[in-house]
């Protein structure tokens, strides 16, 4: 049939037409591995997100040539759960090329150019966006906010100069490292107000390589299972 729904062995059911895409080209599933809900398009030279089968629940397209995520690339993928664009050349994503997929928990996009975090949608669990060019307008305000079930945010190696407040309570991981942050405030993680106040889950804070003196804000650990590692300056 020429479309990724007519390919052999993909072992995944045909999606319906009519509300899909433009889904021609060459059989991702000839392409890539399918592999139940997986798909894996690592190292293939692809320079655009492959039409993907609706029934993808992981897809992988790590070390390839992508410039560019537009908003149809993942449309009506409903049971995306992971999107892993690990170095690539990614310079622009459409504002609203995730923020649709209603099961999406993990986006890996480590290793590419942009300088944008497009809304993401607040099922994530996990956001690598480390080692890009994300700076201070580089995030929403509030992005993670709403985001209950986030755990690990990663932005290591990017230009932000400032700590993307406020994080939800589940986050357990929040790496900075080798950014431009030289502040702090004392409520970025605790509750001056509370003093009850715990957040036990946020065990792992970085901000090694970071222009910060961490001796100036000691009130702002209190709450915390551990003490921010950062430099000694
Ligand atoms: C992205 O979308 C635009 C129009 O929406 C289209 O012209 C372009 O070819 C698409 N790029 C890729 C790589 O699919
Ligand atoms: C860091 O802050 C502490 C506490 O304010 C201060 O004693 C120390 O001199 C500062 N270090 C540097 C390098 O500014």
Do not use: W
Request: glycine content about 6%; hydrophobic content about 35%; some cysteine.
């Amino acid at each position: 049939t020429g479309g990724v729904e007519g390919s052999v062995g993909s072992g995944l059911p045909e999606p319906d037409e009519t509300e899909e895409p433009d889904r021609r080209g060459m059989p991702t599933c000839l392409l890539c591995t399918c592999l139940g809900g997986s798909v894996y398009c690592d190292d293939l030279k692809l320079d655009h997100v492959p039409p993907l089968p609706k029934e993808t629940t992981h897809f992988y397209a790590r070390y390839n040539r992508i410039t560019k995520i537009n908003k149809s690339d993942f449309a009506f993928m409903n049971k995306l759960k992971r999107i892993d664009l690990t170095a690539n050349e990614i310079t622009s994503i459409d504002e609203k090329a995730f923020i649709g997929l209603p099961e999406l928990e993990e986006l890996v996009i480590r290793e590419n150019h942009i300088s944008q975090l497009p809304a993401l949608p607040e099922t994530m669990a996990l956001i690598d966006a480390s080692h890009n060019n994300i700076g201070t307008k580089g995030i929403h305000k509030e992005a993670f906010k709403d985001m209950t079930s986030l755990l690990y945010l990663y932005l290591t190696d990017n230009n932000l100069d400032y700590i993307p407040v406020p994080l939800p309570d589940s986050l357990r991981s929040l790496h900075l490292q080798r950014n431009n942050i030289q502040m702090m405030h004392e409520d970025t993680f605790c509750n001056l107000k509370d003093f009850n106040y715990i957040r036990n889950a946020l065990e792992d804070i970085r901000l090694d390589g970071n222009p910060i003196n961490l001796s100036r804000t000691p009130q702002a650990y209190i709450c915390l299972p551990r003490i921010p590692i950062g430099d000694l300056i």
